[in-house]
């Protein structure tokens, strides 16, 4: 009995847990899309641009926990999409991306819409295959879909040229292979051992911005157990700690010198993933002091001296290593002295969040608002369980010590890539229950607009808010700290976005979307207020100094 490879590519689909196809499609395309046709339990979302297309899939991916797939359209519709996939790159989101690929039998004579698709997709992925016989799809794609969700996670890439999915094939649908399974690190009683025999007010927890959820249970007993301070970083992709936790500190700032000041005391950093250390704007320091030792764990091992020389380095299931510690620390200080650690820490950061609220209501007076007063006024509106997707700098002041964040519930544009927050939004929404919100700025905004309308088609339950101050601020905020002539000048060339000013009411109605414009703390309140009483997605436009 044969069938085409493109029953085997549906047939996997399925079976790896794929609900939704993200894509964009082309007349290279139509063999996937004649299959949809009779894949009905197969939900395809179409995105109006590829960009668009991959930050739904990413978001989708980053909250269902689970590889997204994504078709585009040849080597256009590729590079449409390259920006997205530099940020789910750096963001190691599990992706299987594919494009279709002109008719093999004329390849050779480069015909309209072929190019070499893996030379352009292989600096943005973990690996990129181009197929020519159909017999190759099931095992390219169960290879894919193992690549992307291995650590470090990440994009892959296959180009499907048009004939291969009809063509027949023979053979049944390759097996997945089994799971691997990694166990706790044999040196967890070793780490607990070593920082027992250290003062604990001199050790830090250190995340990565590559953690799952699913390592948040083994960091909370860690903490707990050695009544430990956790930090985050400010550019973090995703967090793992819930921040209404008495051990979370907060975030650090990207910039080496900041952290070296932060860690002068410490004996020991405990480092938790990878990637921890990032700067922005470059100085001449080390983050890390001498003589403070690092204690590394991670679940691969490239993660591993990649930014930091570890004095001990434990490689294993990261929630379930760091439970093993805890189960032994636990047994090796004294845990009333403990106790009273985390009470203090408790009682510390409750009066300090106070005082952070209270300075920053004290700015809610006059609009336009300040950033943290417009961000603070629509985080007091949301929905404390409200998924957060954002890539705005509006949060980057005093404001984000208030931000109540759960694992799985906050994801942060890492890579730097403008246009990533609304579409990634509205795949989250699709994934998830509850409500989303996208944070992003005026200038974020007008990279990926057509999520919007993707939102509108798919009655997507998210809430885009739109910190509005004309201007791409962050850009004039780093020239004012580097002193850049810009700044000396007071003429900001290119960072403006007032002349004209984009009326995002009327982008947002253009798309089928609700819009309002919200000036004070009020005025944002009352408007989250009545987005939440709709099934679909809102569009709330919120100015700024």
């Avoid at 819409?113 to 099931?138: M, Q």
């Avoid at 990207?254 to 700067?279: C, N, W, Y």
């Amino acid at each position: 009995m044969t069938r085409r490879a493109r029953d085997v590519l549906l047939d996997i689909l399925r079976d790896e847990g794929v609900t939704h196809v993200f894509g964009n499609p082309g007349s290279t395309e139509m063999p996937l899309m004649d299959a949809l046709v009779d894949a009905p339990d197969i939900r395809y979302i179409l995105g109006l641009q590829e960009a668009t297309a991959v930050g739904m899939a990413d978001g989708w991916a980053l909250a269902s926990g689970r590889a997204a797939f994504v078709n585009l359209h040849a080597m256009g519709g590729l590079g449409n999409a390259m920006g997205v996939l530099v940020a789910s790159k750096a963001s190691e989101t599990p992706l299987v991306v594919t494009a279709g690929q002109q008719d093999t039998r004329h390849l050779m004579t480069e015909p309209w819409l072929s190019g070499d698709l893996v030379a352009l997709a292989e600096p943005v992925t973990k690996w990129a295959k181009e197929l020519r016989r159909g017999e190759d799809v099931g095992q390219a794609l169960r290879r894919a879909f193992e690549v992307c969700r291995t650590p470090p996670c990440g994009p892959v890439f296959l180009s499907l040229p048009m004939d291969i999915l009809d063509q027949e094939v023979s053979h049944q649908t390759p097996r997945a292979s089994a799971p691997a399974r990694l166990g706790p690190s044999p040196d967890a009683a070793h780490l607990a051992e070593a920082l027992a025999g250290l003062d604990p007010d001199r050790v830090v927890v250190l995340l990565g911005d590559d953690l799952p959820p699913a390592v948040s249970a083994g960091l909370v007993a860690f903490a707990e157990a050695g009544g430990y301070p956790v930090w985050g970083t400010q550019l973090t992709s995703r967090t793992a700690f819930p921040s209404a936790h008495p051990c979370w500190a907060g975030v650090l700032k990207p910039d080496f010198a900041e952290m070296r000041a932060h860690f002068k005391t410490s004996q020991a950093i405990v480092l938790v993933g990878g990637r921890a250390f990032v700067a922005y704007a470059y100085h001449d320091a080390e983050p890390v002091p001498e003589g403070v030792a690092v204690l590394h764990i991670a679940d691969n091992p490239e993660a591993f001296g990649r930014e930091q020389a570890a004095h001990m380095a434990l490689l294993g299931d990261i929630g379930l290593t760091l439970a093993a510690a805890a189960g032994v620390l636990g047994q090796l200080v004294d845990q009333d002295k403990v106790a009273a650690r985390l009470a203090a820490r408790a009682a510390h950061t409750r009066e300090a969040r106070q005082a952070t609220r209270l300075d920053i209501l004290a700015e809610s007076a006059n609009p336009p608002l300040t950033p943290d007063a417009a961000v603070l006024a629509a985080l007091d509106a949301l929905p404390q369980d409200a998924l957060i997707a954002n890539d705005s700098a509006a949060t980057f002041g005093r404001v984000q010590d208030l931000l109540i964040t759960q694992p799985g519930r906050y994801f942060f544009a890492r890579g730097g890539v403008l246009g990533c927050s609304m579409p990634a939004a509205v795949g989250a929404a699709l994934a998830t229950r509850g409500w989303v919100a996208s944070f992003v700025g005026d200038g974020g905004a007008m990279y990926s607009p057509q999520a919007l309308w993707s939102a509108a088609r798919y009655r997507a339950r998210v809430i885009f808010l739109v910190f509005n101050n004309r201007r791409y601020g962050v850009l004039q905020n780093v020239a004012r700290q580097l002193g850049y002539a810009n700044a000396v000048a007071g003429r900001f060339v290119g960072m403006e976005v007032a002349d004209p000013a984009i009326d995002f009411q009327a982008l947002a109605a253009s798309m089928g979307v609700p819009a309002a414009r919200a000036d004070d703390r009020h005025a944002i309140g009352a408007a989250v207020h009545k987005a939440l009483g709709r099934q679909g997605p809102s569009l709330i436009e919120i100015p700024i100094r």
